[in-house]
């Protein structure tokens, strides 16, 4: 349930509740500037008088991005009925709705090369069939890659990525859940006897770089959590060369 207004929401102006949505779903001031048609310096006023207004901080810094506070975050429903109500009554909730069979515009997606040969066939095909005339562009996602920035910052629509724990500060859907499996050369000893936890931990291990610097990958944060630790041998940034690279080793 959302978090009911502060009485001097109420006192508001149409233009500060677009502006203080604007902050509170993109998170960013350079991208409500962008949306609204506004300076920069202009929204980045808005937000300090709406600070002192609602005596809320708003947006507060979480590493090198923007998220609302947990009491701003029960505002974002409130505010867009009261700019859905307006749009209705001016009569322009039809010619702003979303009409994929006109839409050219370009969807940005960043996603890891594990999910290309599931998500890139089908989603091109489906964009063809529904938008016609948008484009798509998808990004690979890499260790290097600040996919927080450049949600951020409108360089990219939608993430596609896979965690264990996905960051708190994003908005998450499932997409797929797959299978785990451990994959070893032909000649490999592990293909002629039985495995335990200790033979698997003393073998060398190739993994997927992780997606942030510092972050642990899917498995590796698995074994973290038991106490435990594998050998990683090798990482590599495209997740389709490891069946080679494991095809080739002993």
Known sequence: MAAPLSPDVHSLSLRQIQILHSLLTR???SRTALALNMHQAGVSAALARLRVHLHDPI????????????RAEGWITPCQ?????????????????FDPLRDQGVFRI????????LLQPRLVSLLRQQAPNARIEILPLTGDFDYAQALATGA???????WLSPPSDLHIQT???????????????AGRRAWTVDKYLACDHIAPTPMRPGALGV????????????????????????PAIVAHSL
């Open 27 to 29: 998170r960013s001031v």
């Open 59 to 70: 947006l507060v810094r979480a590493g090198s991005h923007m998220v609302p506070t947990e």
């Open 81 to 97: 009925a009261i700019l859905g109500q307006v749009q209705h009554l001016a009569g322009e909730g039809a010619e702003r709705r």
């Open 110 to 117: 960043a996603a890891s090369d594990f999910l290309d040969p």
């Open 156 to 162: 990219v629509d939608l993430v596609v990525g896979n």
């Open 175 to 189: 997409l797929i859940e797959d299978e785990i499996v451990c994959l070893v050369a032909q000649a490999h000893p």
């Open 219 to 242: 498995i590796d944060e698995l074994l973290a959590m038991q106490g435990l630790r594998r050998d990683l041998s090798a990482q590599v940034a495209h997740f389709s060369l490891i």
